[in-house]
């Protein structure tokens, strides 16, 4: 269902500005609803819970991403940015689910990963082939220090160098998350060019917004080894004191000040589509400056978000000071805040109140009552929390990695039980990717009130 911008793209009732205030549901695909028995979620399962999620007087759903991918990550090293994963559906799945939403007075907006691609995408497989094809440029490449060691001191967030070398060019690329991530490199105007046109693609297909995957990653700086931090602390990505990331201060890796320009390129584009939205994720050291640059002006991203609510710190202390500082730098940016999402731990057993409910609607009380727009994890309206996956069940590179020191993202990827008594907890008739634990079983849905 190709839909034409400007005159046709749906606006709703609400207006242009929907997303001022507004209460974004996230939907992890893989983990709402499996619609054909093979344990794992898809598009067509989201359209069955539809009036599920309309019941709860949200604006808009986010979908987390859902394109052709190897799912080193999940989805987040995309292969092919124009089409569905077979696993999830179709395209003309997806232009149902659109159509669907927007009946029910839903937007709809959906995870663009714009810092890096797979290492299975075709731009990737073509640059690294030699220094001088027509897309060698495509990816941040360096030589080697005279040693053969890595071109910087750059660390992965997923920890260790942040390099990787490639035998086809006798060089390295920078991959800031895991190997078979390598990020684009926005330096080539090229670059910026074809992205806006994946972004446009999306537009045309009725596209309400985007949600901006680590959008201050895009643009590196100058290949220069990042200082140490004087002291080691618990980093704004839930990296712990033992992942050398959180070792230096980020100084050249990201958040640079040419990633303004593609924002304010990526935002003249949105403004061609009255009535869509963008949110930006923002991992940074000073992230709620950040959001306050990214936002202004309305010029740049619409709203941000960043990790300063998503960490364990749940004292009144803390909030208090964090949001007393944005208020007072946000000027006339807007923020969207989040207590919860796919890469941390459950609200519920992060800021200790497990079975605790009335404790719980106090946290999302706080959370609606800010100034700003809101972002809710699936399962949050339900008190879910944080599944304990055992060793041999994990999927996530990361968990297996660095067992049993974890980021747990598994474990909050679990899926969203829909009735109770169920071993899936009515997600699949097959076997779910993830187990249903039975804490989470009986906070279901559809179970006793």
């Given amino acids: 269902m190709m839909q034409t911008p400007s005159t046709s793209h749906y606006v709703g009732s609400q207006g242009a500005d929907w997303w001022r205030g507004a209460v974004i549901y996230q939907i992890y695909p893989r983990s709402f609803m499996d619609s054909n028995g093979d344990g794992i979620g898809d598009l067509k399962g989201v359209i069955d819970k539809l009036d599920y999620i309309a019941s709860l007087n949200v604006d808009a759903i986010w979908l987390s991403p859902f394109f052709t991918s190897p799912m080193k990550d999940f989805g987040y090293d995309i292969s092919n940015y124009r089409d ?52 060698a440029d495509w990816y941040v490449w360096a030589d080697p220090k005279p040693d053969g060691a890595p071109p910087t001191n750059w660390q992965s967030v997923f920890g260790g160098s942040a390099w990787q070398w490639d035998t086809r060019r ?23 060019d074809a992205m ?50 959180g070792y230096q201060l980020h100084q ?43 936002s202004q002006g309305g010029k740049r991203l619409h709203m941000c978000y960043s990790f300063n609510l998503l960490t364990d710190k749940a ?10 500082e944005m208020e007072a730098r946000i000027g006339d940016g807007w923020p969207c805040w989040a207590l919860g999402n796919h890469d941390v731990t459950r609200l519920a057993t992060r800021w200790q109140a497990e079975g605790q409910l009335e404790k719980l609607r106090l946290y999302l009380v706080f959370l609606f009552s800010q100034r700003g727009s809101v972002c809710l994890y699936q399962g949050e309206e339900l008190g879910l929390e944080q599944d304990d996956i055992p060793f041999e069940l994990l999927h996530d590179p990361e968990a297996i990695a660095n067992w049993p020191l974890t980021l ?30 039975e804490a989470n079983s009986r906070l279901s849905i559809h179970g006793p009130p």
């Fill in 84 to 135: 569905v994963d077979p696993m999830f559906g179709t395209l003309e799945d997806f232009d149902r689910l659109v159509e669907a939403a927007h009946a029910r007075g839903l937007k709809v907006t959906i995870d663009q990963v714009m810092s890096h691609t797979s290492d299975q995408h075709a731009w990737f497989e073509e640059s690294r082939q030699s220094r001088d094809n027509p897309k």
């Fill in 170 to 192: 006798c060089q390295y690329y920078l991959h800031n998350f895991l190997a078979s991530q390598p990020d684009l490199n926005f330096r080539t105007p090229a670059v910026v």
């Fill in 196 to 245: 806006l046109e994946e972004v446009r693609f999306w537009l045309e297909r009725g596209v309400d917004g985007f949600r901006l995957d680590a959008v201050n990653f895009c643009t590196h700086g100058e290949l220069k080894d990042n200082p140490p931090r004087q002291e080691i602390i618990e980093s704004f990505l839930g990296v712990r004191p033992d992942n050398p990331y």
């Fill in 252 to 294: 050249y890796d990201k958040t640079q000040p040419e990633n303004l320009l593609f924002l304010e390129r990526l935002r003249a584009l949105l403004d061609e589509y009255p009535g869509t939205t963008s949110v930006g994720e923002v991992g940074d050291d000073d992230a709620l400056g950040v959001m306050a640059e990214y």
């Fill in 315 to 324: 004292d009144p202390g803390y909030l208090h000071e964090t949001l007393t």
């Fill in 408 to 437: 747990s993202r598994d474990g909050v990827r679990t899926p969203i039980p829909w009735v109770e008594h169920d071993p899936t907890g009515g997600f699949s008739t097959g076997s779910p990717w993830l187990p249903v634990g």
